[in-house]
Each structure stands twice: as structure tokens, then as C-alpha cells.
């Protein structure tokens, strides 16, 4: 969820005129209106001269899937409606488009299926309804609930206005528990209407204080919704609609084929241009064609996917959906007729020379759910030729070339990619066109050289690619290649934008350890091998001095009894004060101000007081006598705490591994394959030292340096990525859903990890990236990270696999009560959940211990405790 500021004007009601609640969307202001999906501001809204009562500046919403949220201010506010209550919604609206029966919120309170709510808790809403090829008022509430649909109570107006007409008044009134009194207005004329589903009725609605939301399924844009705790009359509101000029009829826009600027001499144009008006038609009069967004320059009409299209940050965002795909080209066309064949999943048409050769038709159907008769393989046009793909359309058409168009001929290929519930692909896309003999198709190129090459490596001239797979599939394979260079330019320079500030932040950091340099290890040492030094030394200077025997004893008797059963409350926690995992620890008194163990002294150690009266451990069976006389013998012994024997044998440093090894081990450590036959021969060599050509002359690279450069090449690499993969895939617990949600599915984000690593991140801005959860949560973003499909409280999982990942701290335990043996509380996971989120989150009533576990606690005490209750808030 992002928050974006919008203009919300409220005021008190002075006259039934005023409204008690207008949003006009116009410039940014102080309170903020949640929204949620698609939504774009500083649209043009109605504006002069159509509508001489607007600013020529006026701005408006677009709305595609998405939806504003305002919350109710709590009991009896002013949304809340009940009998005797009158309301009047009015709005301007101007719907894309809208399906037949289809009804899509301009406005409504309730049915937001919160579990705060009870559902089908339509307090009242107002919305327009497709009707053959018209979009019609559709006014909604719900009484209580039924078990049948008699609760809700739907009205519908006679007129509407045709879709596609630009701006439309539309407003609807009605006092609750008198349905004669609904009135509805269309561009300032009254309507009539009829009641449906429960019909007329004069039982009160449901009230709570569930949110409204503005613009749920709509399709289009809106502007100055307002609510009137009162009835406007025929005059208020026919005063409303000011339209000069005739009233708007669709009509199609008239084809032409579009002039692209720019082509690039002997190549083919990519050209993208996001946030066309619908997937299903052509643009209307009066719409405007969309900017381009990105172009990209390849050498036939080919194209096996869209370029990726990134957020201000660099990381995958989804395309504003349709794209309008356009392919460009000047091809070498011989005159006479002949015959084309263009492949693509959705809505185009080809051009040749100004002309529409063929047209591949809109998807209007419901997209493939997986569960639908399985589609045969296509039957390839001619005997040898390449199938078109899943779902793609192949279609033909004739165009003539006359002898004053021979030389080059412009062609152009557009395509409408993705829409509301498509993907934004194009699966394999390509124009063709018969072969003189008619025995094979050849796609079109740009200029006169096809991509195979000779045994020069050279480019070899042709005039021809054939549809065929052996043709094809070499060439696909450059041309990802090409795609990919491509997104990475646009990725790293978008990326950039943010350099400035990490730059800075990192000079902070230097400037911090220059400040506060780290100590510097003697003798040289690596500050790893001087650490592990230092360690084996000290283990073995503390074993030297302890008794073989005794500290055999110790370690393998003793420290096992007080390890499994008082570690768990008085080792890594403290429990009552009292920590017994050191023979200092275990000296000093807790709580109880006794000592737990006092040498050579069992009256006065309170450890074996507490062991004998069977108080400790605090389980049914306790301590066995075998292990109670153990632990008195070891206290009358003087508790004796002696450190692990330790030989020299025992922690002797493993020798250096030799080149073959160390080559295995650097490849599958780095890149995570092992080296190829090639470049295993390129680094072991013959001889232990390779001559290097360097600037000054050649020189002789040691073992410890010609190691030390294999290391650096390596992380250079970019298999890099590849190879560290499955390392951040498992630490972040990424489980993308393949067909269907399932418990804990995530979203694909391994894509910004990949991405990352490709882009040698630092770690600290990749982590950020990661958890500000941008881009696009289906496409690969960051984004992705924030789901948890079937989960109560989806950043509270996210908050666990972040302590666990980066801090070093487990909080599995705290969702549902604080830590038994740990530090960790509920309130420590749901504030980072909290800050995750960016606002204040709850605790779900289904994540927490059921109080009759407590009540069945009747030998002894619970190790847990539960400090927060079910549906409390806890702010970020």
C-alpha cells in the first residue's frame, strides 16, 4: 500500500446544499488519503470551454483497479446513515470502459470484508452499472443480513450515458426507510429507476464504523465526489451540468499508419508507449495517442518479449497496462503482390506503405485459468515452418508493392500489450511474408544481412530469415541477449538517481571508522586468522592448566545435566535473575539473593535445595537420583568448571589445499559451478607460477597472487549472481506462487535480488531497497518481499525473516507470546512489523495462545507469557 496525498475538503453542513464531505483532487495537501493499486493523480479533468464552471487547470483521478480509502471517523460520524437520515451522493465521472451487468464503485461505505466488520455491511454506495453499451446509476445498501439475498437493496436508473463520452454529472438521493424518495440525475436530467434484489423497504441499514472507499473496479477518471447530509432538488442539481457544444457520440479515431520519427536507417524500431485507454479497441476522437516510453533498435520484425520497464529506483515495476507496441522498419520489398503473416497474442494490425494488411482481434474473454480444455499444438502454416505459440493469433493478409514503391517499403506493426486481468507479454511476435516459390516464409528484415554467421565470425550477407527453428532460435537467442544489455542500461541508469545518496551515506560511514580506527592485529596476521589464532591459544592455555580427568568428567557428565535441563530458563535468559552456563554465574545469587551454588557446601546451594524439593527443573519427572548424587558430588567437590580438553592435534590448522582444490573450491564458492576443462588448463598451467604481461613489461604472479587475481575475476563475474542465488532465496524465504496462493507464497523478488547482485549493490542499500518493498510485487520487485498469502498478519512473517536474516535475533516465538528462552517479545516483532508497514499494525485474534492453555497449567508455572492481547494496536 502507498499513501498519496489529495485535497479532502470537510465541512459542517450549514444548508442541505453543502456538502458534508467534496473531494476535488487537486493539488497536495496536509491530509492524507490512502489509496491502494492503480491510481494516477493530476489527470485533466472537466475543463473549459466543454465545461466553462471548471479551472482551465482542473484536475481529476485516474482510477484502473485501484481505490482511494477514507476512514470513518468512529460512532455516528458524519458518513454514518440511518433511518430518517438523507443523503445525496453527486459525482463527475468519465469510465474507460465498462462490461455489460458490470457494476464499479464511484463511491461507498462498507463491504470492505474486514474481519473487524460484519460482511455485506453496505451502509451505502453509489455506483454506475454497464446496460447495453451504456453505463446507468446504481444506487446500493444492506439491511441485515439474510440468508438469502433480500438484504441488499439495489437501485438502478433508467438513463445513463454511452462510455467513451468524456465528463458526466451523475448524482443520486435518497432518505433511508422511504424508497419513494429516491431521485437520480444524469447530466442534470431526473430519472427514473427501479428496485431489485430485496426491492423497497423501510428497514435501517447496516452501520459501523467500516471505511468508505472511492473508485473500487472502476475503470476511468473521476472528479468532485461529494456527500450531502440532505436531498438536492431537480434546480441544485441540473445547475450542476454546464456543457457547451454538442453532446460527445464514440467514434472511432480514422486509421492511419503512424508516422514514427527517426527509424534508423536499414534497422527495425522497437517502440513502447504505456497507458493506452483500453486493450480491446483503437483509440476513439478526441483521445490522445501516449508518448513513448523506450525504444529499442533490432534487425528484423522479431520479438520475442517487451523490454522490462523499471520504477525511479531501478527495480522491475509493472508496465502502466495497455502498451501500445509499435515496429518499424524501411524493408527491401519486391514489387508485385504477396502474402504476409503476422503473429501476436492481442489487438493489431500490420501496415504496409500506409495500408492495413492484417489484424489480429482483442482479447475479450476471460483469461486462461489452468482449467480449460487443453489447446492442441498449432499446425505450422507450411510443411517445415515454426508454430506460432500458446494463445498466439496467426493471421494472413495480401498487399500489393507497385513498381514505383519497389526499393523500400515502410512497415509497421502495432500491437496492444496486457490490460486489465492480462499479462503485459507478447509471446513470440513476428511478420513474414511467402516466398516467391510458396514453399517457405521469411521474416522480414531490415536490411540486407541475416544473423548467421560465416567462419570468420563475420556477418554474412543474405536476404532472407526463414520462419523456420533452426533459423530462428540462434537468432532469439541474440536477441535476449541484446534485450538484456538493453534493460540493464535502463535499470543502472534509473539506479543512478539514488547514487548521490548512498554516496553520502557511505562517506558518513568512512569518515566513522577513520574516526574510530579498529585495533590492528601483530605480526601482520589477517584480523580472521589473528581472531582464530587468538582463540586456539587461549583454549589451549586454559586446558593446559586443568585436570585431564576432572574436566573429562565435567564435560561429559555434569555440564549434559545442567545443559538440558537449566540452561532452557537460566542460560541464554535469566530467569528470576539467575544464570547457570559459567561457574561465576552459577556463584552468584538471583532474585532470591541465595546463592545457587556454594562449594563444597549443599545446605547452603539453593541449585541443589531447589533439585532435591523437586521445585527445579519445573518439569513432571524432574531430576533422576543418579542425576541428583551426581550434582551433589560435583558441588562437595568444590563445583569445579574446568575448560574442554584441548590438544595442539585437536585444532592444528588444516594445510593450505593445493591449486586443484583451491580452483574447485573458488568456483563453486563464487560463481557456483566448477571451472571448464578450459578454464581449469588457463589457471593451473604447467607450472606453479604464469607469466603476466603487465604495462611495464612481464612479470612472474606467485601462488598466493595468482589466487588472490582468480578471486577478483570471479566476483566480477556475473555468475556471481547465479551462484549466490539459492544462498538469498532460502535467508529470505522466497516462495513465488506458481498457479494458486498457498500458505506463506510470496511474490517472485528473486529478481531484485538477482538484479542486485548483477549490479554489485551495496549490501546495506540492497537491504533497504528490499524491505521499502517498491516496483512491482507480480514483476519481480522488491514489492514482492511484502506477501504472505494465507497469513494473519503478512508483515509480521517479514519482520521474522528480517531479524532473523540481518540482526541476528529470533523472533519466530514472539508472534504468538513472548520467548520462553529468549529476550524477544510480541511487541519487539510487531514493531518492526509496524515499521515494515509504515503505520500501525494489530495482532491477530488468530495469532495468540488460547487461554485455556493457561488454565491447564496446574504442575507448573508457564514458560510463556502473552503481554499483548489479541487487537491491539501497535504503532510503527
Same mark, same amino acid.
Given at each position: 500500500m502507498i499513501t498519496t496525498l489529495f485535497s479532502l475538503s470537510l465541512a459542517l453542513a450549514a444548508a442541505d446544499n453543502a456538502p458534508v464531505a467534496r473531494w476535488d483532487f487537486g493539488t497536495e495537501e496536509t491530509v492524507p488519503l490512502a489509496t491502494t493499486g492503480s491510481v494516477k493523480r493530476d489527470q485533466a479533468g472537466p475543463r473549459p470551454p466543454e465545461f466553462p464552471d471548471f479551472a482551465a487547470d482542473n484536475t481529476a483521478v485516474g482510477v484502473d483497479g485501484g481505490y482511494f480509502v477514507v476512514p470513518d471517523t468512529g460512532r455516528d460520524s458524519e458518513f454514518d446513515f440511518s433511518n430518517g437520515d438523507t443523503i445525496t451522493i453527486e459525482a463527475w465521472v468519465n469510465p474507460s470502459t465498462i462490461r455489460e451487468g458490470e457494476p464499479r464503485y464511484i463511491i461507498g461505505k462498507g463491504r470492505t470484508e474486514s474481519p473487524k466488520f460484519a460482511r455485506d455491511n453496505q451502509n451505502w454506495a453509489l455506483r454506475v452499472v454497464g446496460a447495453k453499451n451504456e453505463a446507468k446509476l446504481s444506487f446500493l445498501f444492506a439491511t441485515k443480513l439474510s440468508s438469502s439475498e433480500a438484504h441488499w437493496h439495489r437501485w438502478d436508473s433508467q438513463l445513463g450515458f454511452p462510455v467513451g463520452t468524456g465528463w458526466h454529472h451523475i448524482a443520486i438521493?435518497?432518505?433511508?426507510?422511504?424508497?419513494?424518495?429516491?431521485?437520480?440525475?444524469?447530466?442534470?436530467?431526473?430519472?427514473?429507476?427501479?428496485?431489485?434484489?430485496?426491492?423497497?423497504? $423501510?428497514?435501517?441499514?447496516?452501520?459501523?464504523d467500516d471505511e468508505i472507499r472511492i473508485g473500487n473496479g472502476f475503470e476511468g477518471l473521476l472528479d468532485a465526489i461529494a456527500i450531502h447530509r440532505g436531498l438536492l432538488d431537480d434546480k441544485v442539481v441540473a445547475s450542476r451540468f454546464h456543457r457547451v457544444g454538442k453532446p460527445r457520440v464514440v467514434k472511432p479515431q480514422p486509421e492511419v499508419m503512424p508516422n514514427l520519427a527517426d527509424v534508423p536507417d536499414g534497422r527495425v524500431l522497437v517502440q513502447l508507449s504505456a497507458g493506452l485507454p483500453a486493450h480491446d479497441r483503437w483509440l476513439?476522437?478526441?483521445?490522445?495517442?501516449?508518448?513513448?516510453?523506450?525504444?529499442?533498435?533490432?534487425?528484423?520484425?522479431? @520479438?520475442?518479449?517487451?523490454?522490462?520497464?523499471?520504477?525511479?529506483?531501478?527495480?522491475?515495476?509493472?508496465?502502466?497496462?495497455?502498451?501500445?507496441?509499435?515496429?518499424?522498419?524501411?524493408?527491401?520489398?519486391?514489387?508485385?503482390?504477396?502474402?504476409?503473416?503476422?503473429?501476436?497474442?492481442?489487438?493489431?494490425?500490420?501496415?504496409?506503405?500506409?495500408?492495413?494488411?492484417?489484424?489480429?482481434?482483442?482479447?475479450?474473454?476471460?483469461?486462461?485459468?489452468?482449467?480449460e480444455r487443453i489447446i492442441p499444438i498449432a499446425e505450422p502454416p507450411l510443411a517445415g515452418a515454426r508454430v506460432h505459440g500458446y494463445r498466439q493469433q496467426e493471421v494472413f493478409g495480401e498487399a500489393t508493392i507497385e513498381p514505383r514503391d519497389s526499393g523500400k517499403s515502410r512497415v509497421v506493426l502495432e500491437l496492444v500489450v496486457g490490460g486489465k486481468g492480462h499479462r503485459t507479454e507478447t509471446g513470440e511476435v513476428c511478420v513474414a511474408m511467402l516466398a516467391a516459390d510458396g514453399k517457405s516464409y521469411n521474416v522480414l528484415v531490415g536490411q540486407a544481412y541475416c544473423l548467421s554467421k560465416n567462419a570468420e565470425n563475420r556477418l554474412e550477407p543474405c536476404s532472407t530469415l526463414p520462419l523456420t527453428d533452426a533459423a530462428i532460435e540462434p537468432v532469439l537467442l541474440d536477441m535476449e541477449e541484446s534485450l538484456t544489455e538493453f534493460d540493464d542500461r535502463r535499470r543502472r541508469r534509473a539506479a543512478a538517481s539514488q547514487d548521490a545518496f548512498w554516496q553520502q551515506r557511505h562517506e558518513l560511514a568512512r569518515a566513522w571508522v577513520k574516526d574510530n580506527p579498529a585495533p590492528q592485529p601483530p605480526d601482520g596476521l589477517h584480523p580472521i586468522d589473528d581472531f582464530i589464532a587468538s582463540k586456539i591459544d587461549r583454549a589451549i592455555a586454559a586446558s593446559a592448566g586443568a585436570d585431564a580427568r576432572q574436566a573429562e568428567h565435567f564435560h561429559?557428565?555434569?555440564?549434559?545435566?545442567?545443559?538440558?535441563?537449566?540452561? !532452557?530458563?537460566?542460560?541464554?535468559?535469566?530467569?528470576?535473575?539467575?544464570?547457570?552456563?559459567? !561457574?561465576?554465574?552459577?556463584?552468584? +545469587?538471583?532474585?532470591?539473593?541465595?546463592?545457587?551454588?556454594?562449594?563444597?557446601?549443599?545446605?547452603?546451594?539453593?541449585?541443589?535445595?531447589?533439585?532435591?524439593?523437586?521445585?527445579?527443573?519445573?518439569?513432571?519427572?524432574?531430576?533422576?537420583?543418579?542425576?541428583?548424587? @551426581?550434582?551433589?558430588?560435583?558441588?562437595?567437590?568444590?563445583?569445579?568448571?574446568?575448560?574442554?580438553?584441548?590438544?595442539?592435534?585437536?585444532?592444528?590448522?588444516?594445510?593450505?589445499?593445493?591449486?586443484?582444490?583451491?580452483?574447485? !573450491?573458488?568456483?563453486?564458492?563464487?560463481?557456483?559451478?566448477?571451472?571448464?576443462?578450459?578454464?581449469?588448463?588457463?589457471?593451473?598451467?604447467?607450472?606453479?607460477?604464469?607469466?603476466?604481461?603487465?604495462?611495464?613489461?612481464? $612479470?612472474?604472479?606467485?601462488?598466493?597472487?595468482?589466487?588472490?587475481?582468480?578471486?577478483?575475476?570471479?566476483?566480477?563475474?556475473?555468475?556471481? +549472481?547465479?551462484?549466490?542465488?539459492?544462498?538469498?532465496?532460502? @535467508?529470505?524465504?522466497?516462495?513465488?506462487t506458481l498457479l494458486n496462493q498457498s500458505m506463506g507464497s510470496t511474490g517472485p523478488f528473486r529478481w531484485f535480488l538477482y538484479d542486485s547482485l548483477r549490479d554489485n549493490k551495496p549490501l546495506d542499500r540492497m537491504v533497504t531497497e528490499l524491505i521499502m518493498m517498491r516496483g512491482g510485487a507480480a514483476e519481480g520487485g522488491s514489492a514482492g518481499f511484502g506477501l504472505a498469502a494465507e497469513n494473519d498478519s503478512p508483515l509480521a512473517a517479514k519482520a521474522h525473516i528480517v531479524a532473523s536474516a540481518f540482526l541476528g535475533i529470533e523472533l519466530q516465538c514472539a508472534r504468538c507470546h513472548d520467548s520462553p528462552y529468549h529476550s524477544t517479545t510480541q511487541k519487539d516483532l510487531y514493531s518492526l512489523a509496524a515499521m515494515l508497514s509504515r503505520k500501525s499494525v494489530t495482532v491477530p485474534k488468530t495469532s495468540r495462545v488460547p487461554a485455556a492453555f493457561f488454565e491447564n497449567q496446574q504442575v507448573r508455572k508457564s514458560l510463556i507469557q502473552v503481554t499483548l492481547a489479541a487487537d491491539q494496536s501497535v504503532p510503527s
Amino acid at each position: 500500500m502507498i499513501t498519496t496525498l489529495f485535497s479532502l475538503s470537510l465541512a459542517l453542513a450549514a444548508a442541505d446544499n453543502a456538502p458534508v464531505a467534496r473531494w476535488d483532487f487537486g493539488t497536495e495537501e496536509t491530509v492524507p488519503l490512502a489509496t491502494t493499486g492503480s491510481v494516477k493523480r493530476d489527470q485533466a479533468g472537466p475543463r473549459p470551454p466543454e465545461f466553462p464552471d471548471f479551472a482551465a487547470d482542473n484536475t481529476a483521478v485516474g482510477v484502473d483497479g485501484g481505490y482511494f480509502v477514507v476512514p470513518d471517523t468512529g460512532r455516528d460520524s458524519e458518513f454514518d446513515f440511518s433511518n430518517g437520515d438523507t443523503i445525496t451522493i453527486e459525482a463527475w465521472v468519465n469510465p474507460s470502459t465498462i462490461r455489460e451487468g458490470e457494476p464499479r464503485y464511484i463511491i461507498g461505505k462498507g463491504r470492505t470484508e474486514s474481519p473487524k466488520f460484519a460482511r455485506d455491511n453496505q451502509n451505502w454506495a453509489l455506483r454506475v452499472v454497464g446496460a447495453k453499451n451504456e453505463a446507468k446509476l446504481s444506487f446500493l445498501f444492506a439491511t441485515k443480513l439474510s440468508s438469502s439475498e433480500a438484504h441488499w437493496h439495489r437501485w438502478d436508473s433508467q438513463l445513463g450515458f454511452p462510455v467513451g463520452t468524456g465528463w458526466h454529472h451523475i448524482a443520486i438521493a435518497y432518505r433511508f426507510g422511504d424508497p419513494k424518495s429516491i431521485r437520480g440525475w444524469v447530466n442534470g436530467d431526473p430519472t427514473q429507476g427501479s428496485w431489485s434484489y430485496g426491492g423497497e423497504t $423501510t428497514e435501517p441499514p447496516v452501520v459501523d464504523d467500516d471505511e468508505i472507499r472511492i473508485g473500487n473496479g472502476f475503470e476511468g477518471l473521476l472528479d468532485a465526489i461529494a456527500i450531502h447530509r440532505g436531498l438536492l432538488d431537480d434546480k441544485v442539481v441540473a445547475s450542476r451540468f454546464h456543457r457547451v457544444g454538442k453532446p460527445r457520440v464514440v467514434k472511432p479515431q480514422p486509421e492511419v499508419m503512424p508516422n514514427l520519427a527517426d527509424v534508423p536507417d536499414g534497422r527495425v524500431l522497437v517502440q513502447l508507449s504505456a497507458g493506452l485507454p483500453a486493450h480491446d479497441r483503437w483509440l476513439n476522437e478526441g483521445e490522445p495517442w501516449p508518448t513513448e516510453s523506450a525504444r529499442w533498435v533490432g534487425d528484423s520484425f522479431l @520479438l520475442p518479449r517487451i523490454p522490462l520497464h523499471f520504477d525511479a529506483w531501478g527495480i522491475r515495476d509493472a508496465w502502466n497496462a495497455p502498451v501500445l507496441l509499435r515496429v518499424a522498419g524501411d524493408v527491401e520489398l519486391p514489387p508485385g503482390t504477396h502474402r504476409f503473416l503476422m503473429r501476436g497474442r492481442a489487438l493489431g494490425r500490420l501496415w504496409i506503405n500506409g495500408k492495413v494488411v492484417a489484424r489480429t482481434q482483442p482479447i475479450t474473454g476471460r483469461p486462461p485459468d489452468g482449467e480449460e480444455r487443453i489447446i492442441p499444438i498449432a499446425e505450422p502454416p507450411l510443411a517445415g515452418a515454426r508454430v506460432h505459440g500458446y494463445r498466439q493469433q496467426e493471421v494472413f493478409g495480401e498487399a500489393t508493392i507497385e513498381p514505383r514503391d519497389s526499393g523500400k517499403s515502410r512497415v509497421v506493426l502495432e500491437l496492444v500489450v496486457g490490460g486489465k486481468g492480462h499479462r503485459t507479454e507478447t509471446g513470440e511476435v513476428c511478420v513474414a511474408m511467402l516466398a516467391a516459390d510458396g514453399k517457405s516464409y521469411n521474416v522480414l528484415v531490415g536490411q540486407a544481412y541475416c544473423l548467421s554467421k560465416n567462419a570468420e565470425n563475420r556477418l554474412e550477407p543474405c536476404s532472407t530469415l526463414p520462419l523456420t527453428d533452426a533459423a530462428i532460435e540462434p537468432v532469439l537467442l541474440d536477441m535476449e541477449e541484446s534485450l538484456t544489455e538493453f534493460d540493464d542500461r535502463r535499470r543502472r541508469r534509473a539506479a543512478a538517481s539514488q547514487d548521490a545518496f548512498w554516496q553520502q551515506r557511505h562517506e558518513l560511514a568512512r569518515a566513522w571508522v577513520k574516526d574510530n580506527p579498529a585495533p590492528q592485529p601483530p605480526d601482520g596476521l589477517h584480523p580472521i586468522d589473528d581472531f582464530i589464532a587468538s582463540k586456539i591459544d587461549r583454549a589451549i592455555a586454559a586446558s593446559a592448566g586443568a585436570d585431564a580427568r576432572q574436566a573429562e568428567h565435567f564435560h561429559g557428565t555434569i555440564l549434559p545435566i545442567l545443559r538440558e535441563n537449566c540452561f !532452557r530458563c537460566h542460560g541464554e535468559k535469566d530467569k528470576g535473575g539467575l544464570k547457570l552456563d559459567s !561457574r561465576e554465574a552459577a556463584l552468584k +545469587a538471583g532474585d532470591s539473593e541465595i546463592p545457587a551454588v556454594v562449594p563444597g557446601d549443599l545446605e547452603a546451594s539453593e541449585l541443589i535445595v531447589r533439585i532435591r524439593a523437586g521445585d527445579m527443573p519445573p518439569t513432571e519427572d524432574g531430576l533422576s537420583k543418579q542425576q541428583i548424587e @551426581l550434582l551433589e558430588q560435583w558441588v562437595k567437590d568444590g563445583a569445579p568448571w574446568p575448560a574442554p580438553p584441548v590438544t595442539e592435534s585437536d585444532v592444528m590448522l588444516s594445510p593450505v589445499v593445493g591449486d586443484e582444490a583451491f580452483l574447485r !573450491r573458488v568456483y563453486l564458492d563464487t560463481v557456483g559451478v566448477p571451472p571448464t576443462a578450459d578454464e581449469a588448463r588457463a589457471f593451473l598451467g604447467e607450472s606453479p607460477f604464469v607469466p603476466r604481461k603487465e604495462p611495464d613489461g612481464t $612479470t612472474q604472479l606467485s601462488r598466493s597472487e595468482r589466487r588472490q587475481r582468480l578471486i577478483e575475476e570471479l566476483l566480477d563475474d556475473d555468475r556471481f +549472481a547465479d551462484g549466490w542465488m539459492n544462498f538469498w532465496l532460502d @535467508l529470505l524465504a522466497e516462495n513465488p506462487t506458481l498457479l494458486n496462493q498457498s500458505m506463506g507464497s510470496t511474490g517472485p523478488f528473486r529478481w531484485f535480488l538477482y538484479d542486485s547482485l548483477r549490479d554489485n549493490k551495496p549490501l546495506d542499500r540492497m537491504v533497504t531497497e528490499l524491505i521499502m518493498m517498491r516496483g512491482g510485487a507480480a514483476e519481480g520487485g522488491s514489492a514482492g518481499f511484502g506477501l504472505a498469502a494465507e497469513n494473519d498478519s503478512p508483515l509480521a512473517a517479514k519482520a521474522h525473516i528480517v531479524a532473523s536474516a540481518f540482526l541476528g535475533i529470533e523472533l519466530q516465538c514472539a508472534r504468538c507470546h513472548d520467548s520462553p528462552y529468549h529476550s524477544t517479545t510480541q511487541k519487539d516483532l510487531y514493531s518492526l512489523a509496524a515499521m515494515l508497514s509504515r503505520k500501525s499494525v494489530t495482532v491477530p485474534k488468530t495469532s495468540r495462545v488460547p487461554a485455556a492453555f493457561f488454565e491447564n497449567q496446574q504442575v507448573r508455572k508457564s514458560l510463556i507469557q502473552v503481554t499483548l492481547a489479541a487487537d491491539q494496536s501497535v504503532p510503527s
